[in-house]
């Protein structure tokens, strides 16, 4: 008996969310299908048109929107967030720089800073143990 080998494939939105972006901008033919492996790997190594417009100017997912404006998932929702935003209206929001956005941005970065610390320390101490 031989095997034969079937490529591996994945839901719409896993795929998009690999991309980074909103599942819901994409076209129909990608929202309706499946997408294999080597047809991702194709899409991140030489994006159509459609890919690279909404890498550039959106509409984002969350999770992209927060990185652009160094803020976590939860500072948006904290901030109201809950829609993916464009590259326009998250560029509006840096330059409006409302109050949430602020203190959200500092709690992201005491977050990274106890990251930063938690990590040396524990290099320390590995170094300390060998």
């Known amino acids: 008996m031989t095997s034969h080998k079937t490529a591996q ?3 719409p939105a896993t795929a998009a969310k690999k991309l980074g972006v909103y599942l819901e901008a994409t076209p129909a033919e990608f929202r309706e299908g499946v997408v294999t492996r080597d047809e991702l790997t194709a899409l991140q190594s030489d994006p159509p048109e459609w ?3 909404l890498r550039r100017n959106g509409p984002h997912p969350r999770p992209v929107v927060a990185a652009k404006l160094g803020v976590s998932i939860s500072g948006l929702a ?3 967030v809950t829609e993916a935003l464009t590259t326009e209206q998250i560029e509006a929001l840096k330059q409006e720089s409302p109050e949430w956005l602020q ?5 992201q970065a005491e977050v990274r800073k ?3 610390r ?3 320390k524990q ?3 590995t170094e300390q143990g060998e």
């Open 9 to 11: 494939t994945m839901k």
């Open 51 to 53: 890919l690279r417009e």
């Open 78 to 80: 904290r901030g109201g």
């Open 103 to 107: 203190k959200e941005r500092a709690t």
């Open 114 to 116: 106890e990251a930063a």
């Open 118 to 120: 938690l990590k040396a």
């Open 123 to 125: 290099a320390e101490q």
